[in-house]
């Protein structure tokens, strides 16, 4: 294990980190509010623990194994939400190591969850860094270091691999590098415009910039209780639902689209057509049971159905109205949506569609199995031949995902957590999703009420969630200690 390199990125990283927490410094001295005490603290603890860091790693030769990649992009996380949690705590926001460290760890991973009851009365400075925490975990942490440190180039493939998400990564460009500048072109891009939108329609400019940071981050915090339904906008509301569809396709997709006009390229491809006609079903279906069961107006109607449905899918997490209070059956099309997400390489969470279109596949060609024995079935998605390797990654990815899931679900159930929120809780941990669906703990609730120790095992499940389960489980098996 070459600890010095791992020692020497950290340190590089969390420079990275406390140049965003000074930006937000920034901003609580112009308001001129008492969190500047908390965020320069952090900032001053964050710049000594990277120092050190360094200094541990000077000398550090720039080769890095696959073993090393994968323990540093774990590493990376949980130090990045061990740091990010410090304004809260030095600040008195909230008053406890394991609150702090979920609302970071949220943050970061994009779930979105959070156990802050008022957001409202938190500071500006704090109400920044929450939805900065989401943009940087937006793409990855160490995909946005691999963007603007090249020195990291000779070991940035397998950094990569280990914080990819989805079961196929597309090239843009020959070097990393440059897709890594590519694609956060298009994240800054959309970020950018998605703010301009929302402060035309009627924000004001520091709610119009985080929202749009959470939104293209598909992340779901906000600056208001009542999140974007604080506003009662229905252009508000498309715009978002534009910005996070567009969010949780491929950003690879996107940039060919955009930038190299492949959009009939976009419109054929297999996972974006999954994506698209899950969400039509889904807000068909609820709009349905809205107008039999709800009194809304059909124009009402499609608007929240559309929001909600594509703000699940896309494991934002935004809401514009209370899912809670409609007939059951939209909560289990919403779960769907929950668990399938966003597409890979998007900044969505989830199963990941290119996952659903490939076990679909498998299953069309099982049945077909059944008929002739003895044919060749080809899995096929795109012109790319799916090998049976990768259908087995697949099932072993899709049997850990449903297993942990339900070790969470079986531990809140025993702390007397209701049935309904203890399987969407576990749902939305796993997926980065964020809202809940249950009586107890709605999806307009915070999740302060939940214990201590299950808000661990959940933090747990968000990194695992995030960085695609594998990742971060590989480093707890005996294989990967020893020396190959």
């Not at 998605?381 to 799916?386: G, R, Y």
């Not at 929120?421 to 249950?438: E, K, M, Q």
Request: with cysteine; net charge positive.
């Amino acid at each position: 294990m070459n600890a010095k390199l791992i020692f020497k990125i950290l340190g590089s990283l969390l420079n990275i980190e406390a140049a965003f927490m000074a930006l937000c410094l920034v901003v609580s001295l112009c308001y001129q509010e008492p969190d500047m005490l908390a965020l320069g603290s952090t900032l001053g603890i964050t710049l000594l623990a990277a120092l050190l860091l360094r200094f541990l790693g000077r000398g550090a030769s720039n080769a890095l194994s696959r073993h090393d990649a994968y323990l540093l992009v774990t590493v990376v996380w949980i130090a990045f939400a061990a740091f990010g949690s410090l304004p809260f705590l030095i600040g008195g926001y909230i008053s406890n190591v394991s609150d702090a460290f979920f609302e970071a760890m949220s943050g970061l991973t994009t779930t979105g969850a959070t156990v802050i009851d008022h957001v409202e009365g938190m500071p500006h400075g704090v109400l920044l860094w929450r939805s900065l925490t989401q943009w940087i975990g937006g793409l990855g942490i160490v995909f946005f270091t691999i963007a603007i440190l090249p020195s990291f180039v000779g070991g940035s493939i397998k950094i990569f691999a280990a914080e990819a998400t989805g079961p196929v990564q597309s090239k843009l460009q020959p070097r990393l590098t440059m897709s890594a500048k590519a694609l956060w072109g298009v994240y800054i891009v959309l970020t950018a415009v998605c703010a301009l939108l929302f402060f035309v329609f009627g924000m004001g400019g520091f709610d119009a910039i985080n929202y749009a940071m959470t939104i293209t981050a598909t992340g779901g915090f906000a600056t208001h209780d009542a999140s974007t339904g604080y506003f009662n906008n229905p252009a508000i509301d498309y715009t978002a639902i534009v910005f996070m569809f567009v969010s949780g396709i491929s950003f690879a997709m996107l940039y060919a689209a955009l930038f190299k006009w492949r959009i009939k390229h976009l419109l054929k491809n297999a996972e974006f057509r999954f994506y698209s006609s899950l969400i039509l079903v889904s807000t068909l279906v609820i709009v349905y049971f809205l107008l039999r069961y709800n009194d809304y107006s059909v124009a009402d109607a499609i608007r929240v159905s559309l929001f909600q449905v594509v703000s699940f899918i896309t494991t934002t997490g935004m809401f514009n109205e209370d899912a809670a209070q409609w007939h059951h059956i939209t909560w289990v099309v919403l779960s769907l949506c929950m668990f399938f997400g966003g597409c890979a390489g998007s900044t969505a969470g989830g199963f990941k569609c290119a996952r659903g279109v490939i076990a679909l596949k498998i299953l069309r060609n099982e049945i077909r199995h059944r008929l002739h024995p003895k044919a060749i079935l080809p899995v096929k998605v795109n012109d790319m031949t799916i090998n049976s390797l990768g259908q087995i990654t697949l099932i072993a990815f899709l049997m850990v995902f449903f297993l942990l899931c339900f070790i969470a679900y079986f531990i809140m159930i025993l702390v007397g957590v209701d049935s309904t929120n203890s399987f969407t809780i576990a749902l939305s941990c796993a997926s980065n999703v964020g809202p809940t669906l249950g009586l107890e703990i709605g999806p307009t609730m915070s999740w302060s009420v939940l214990p201590m120790f299950v808000k661990w095992i959940l933090s747990a499940l968000m990194l695992m969630g995030r960085l695609e389960i594998f990742t971060v489980l590989v480093i707890f098996t005996p294989a990967f200690w020893r020396n190959n």
